[in-house]
């Protein structure tokens, strides 16, 4: 499937595949239909991460140029989960990248005479995976990485991004490090109709992860461990949606991973917790709290794409991926949506 190469002008008028699990059918909409295929009564739960930039470039100690990705905070004291790449940007793909020198505990990385980090340790699942330690916290740190970092991107793309290309529009916190990509078309236009309509809105928040690293042994570990917040508000509206026979539809995967870990920590129901998941969702996985699932486009035998395969069968799944291919649907974080919903349209 071709990528979206620029950000949409969020007009609304994106393409929307709407796919029944238990029918097998799909069929062509756009994003401003979404009111009229949900129903009085059902639950849209979105991820409010705000996306942080994530992308730092520098050098190490022997003046070696390269890049660190950061994928998670570790604690409040400046530690990160990081993913080094070699020389190179967005430009190239990261698959084609070289890689980056081998570095051990103990090594500093320079992107600026204000911001320097140290690697504390070195991942044995690969040496690319490293923890962190920056030599500055609070809002010293905060105010050095949106100074000196940009947002993650990929070589699909035709331009650099803004930081407000790479936001929902209802971000918060800086948790994410890649786009909530499926929450991006939901402007406030739609979310007030949606609202109008009787769907009701949640929030969880759920630190967004890297799409890739470029290295095959490394991607195999991705999505990594990811933190993720559930309020008592949220678990409220999913006890009061099911009081009402209506349906939880998760925004996006980290949405589906944030719900789904929070009620397999929490003996199968939600809770009102903050955490970390390493939940895996494919087809195994019983669902307990998302009865649909609006999504991006993800392409068979990706992660993203095995996910899906929770919500309907993997070839009903692959069948509607085909269809959307060959009608010219675009893919990746700027392109088109899916909607996997049971028996989808008002009553």
């Given at each position: 499937?071709?990528?979206?190469?620029?950000?949409?002008?969020?007009?609304?008028?994106?393409?929307?595949?709407?796919?029944?699990?238990?029918?097998?059918?799909?069929?062509?909409?756009?994003?401003?239909?979404?009111?009229?295929?949900?129903?009085?009564?059902?639950?849209?739960?979105?991820?409010?991460?705000?996306?942080?930039?994530?992308?730092?470039?520098?050098?190490?100690?022997?003046?070696?140029?390269?890049?660190?990705?950061?994928?998670?905070?570790?604690?409040?004291?400046?530690?990160?989960?990081a993913a080094l790449l070699g020389r190179g940007d967005w430009r190239m793909r990261t698959e084609d990248r070289p890689p980056p020198p081998l570095l051990p505990a103990g090594e500093v990385l320079r992107f600026a005479e204000d911001l320097i980090a140290t690697i504390e340790s070195v991942s044995p699942a690969s040496p690319r995976l490293v923890s962190l330690a920056f030599d500055r916290?609070?809002?010293?740190?905060?105010?050095?990485?949106?100074?000196?970092?940009?947002?993650?991107?990929?070589?699909?793309?035709?331009?650099?991004?803004?930081?407000?290309?790479?936001?929902?529009?209802?971000?918060?916190?800086?948790?994410?490090?890649?786009?909530?990509?499926?929450?991006?078309?939901?402007?406030?236009?739609?979310?007030?109709?949606?609202?109008?309509?009787?769907?009701?809105?949640?929030?969880?928040?759920?630190?967004?992860?890297?799409?890739?690293?470029?290295?095959?042994?490394?991607?195999?570990?991705?999505?990594?461990?990811?933190?993720?917040?559930?309020?008592?508000?949220?678990?409220?509206?999913?006890?009061?949606?099911?009081?009402?026979?209506?349906?939880?539809?998760?925004?996006?995967?980290?949405?589906?991973?944030?719900?789904?870990?929070?009620?397999?920590?929490?003996?199968?129901?939600?809770?009102?917790?903050?955490?970390?998941?390493?939940?895996?969702?494919?087809?195994?996985?019983?669902?307990?709290?998302?009865?649909?699932?609006?999504?991006?486009?993800?392409?068979?035998?990706?992660?993203?794409?095995?996910?899906?395969?929770?919500?309907?069968?993997?070839?009903?799944?692959?069948?509607?991926?085909?269809?959307?291919?060959?009608?010219?649907?675009?893919?990746?974080?700027?392109?088109?949506?899916?909607?996997?919903?049971?028996?989808?349209?008002?009553?």
């Open positions: 499937m071709k990528p979206a190469t620029r950000p949409p002008d969020r007009s609304l008028d994106e393409r929307l595949l709407v796919v029944d699990p238990e029918s097998g059918r799909f069929e062509d909409r756009r994003i401003r239909e979404l009111p009229r295929l949900l129903r009085r009564g059902d639950l849209l739960v979105v991820n409010d991460a705000a996306t942080l930039p994530a992308s730092l470039q520098g050098t190490t100690s022997s003046g070696e140029p390269i890049e660190v990705r950061l994928a998670r905070v570790e604690d409040g004291n400046g530690k990160w989960t916290k609070g809002d010293a740190f905060w105010e050095a990485l949106y100074r000196r970092a940009r947002p993650i991107q990929y070589s699909y793309l035709e331009a650099p991004l803004a930081m407000w290309d790479v936001q929902t529009a209802y971000g918060s916190r800086p948790w994410a490090v890649e786009l909530p990509s499926a929450g991006r078309p939901l402007n406030w236009e739609l979310l007030g109709a949606l609202q109008q309509n009787g769907v009701a809105l949640a929030s969880i928040t759920h630190g967004a992860g890297l799409s890739s690293i470029g290295d095959a042994a490394a991607d195999a570990f991705l999505p990594i461990p990811e933190r993720f917040e559930v309020l008592a508000a949220t678990v409220e509206a999913e006890r009061e949606t099911r009081r009402r026979g209506g349906r939880v539809v998760a925004v996006g995967t980290s949405v589906a991973r944030a719900l789904e870990g929070c009620a397999a920590a929490h003996g199968g129901r939600l809770a009102a917790a903050a955490g970390i998941t390493d939940v895996r969702i494919d087809v195994r996985f019983p669902l307990r709290v998302a009865d649909g699932l609006l999504t991006g486009l993800h392409e068979p035998g990706t992660s993203h794409f095995a996910l899906t395969t929770a919500f309907a069968a993997e070839d009903t799944l692959t069948d509607a991926y085909r269809h959307a291919e060959a009608a010219g649907y675009l893919g990746h974080e700027f392109g088109d949506a899916m909607l996997i919903l049971p028996d989808w349209g008002p009553d």
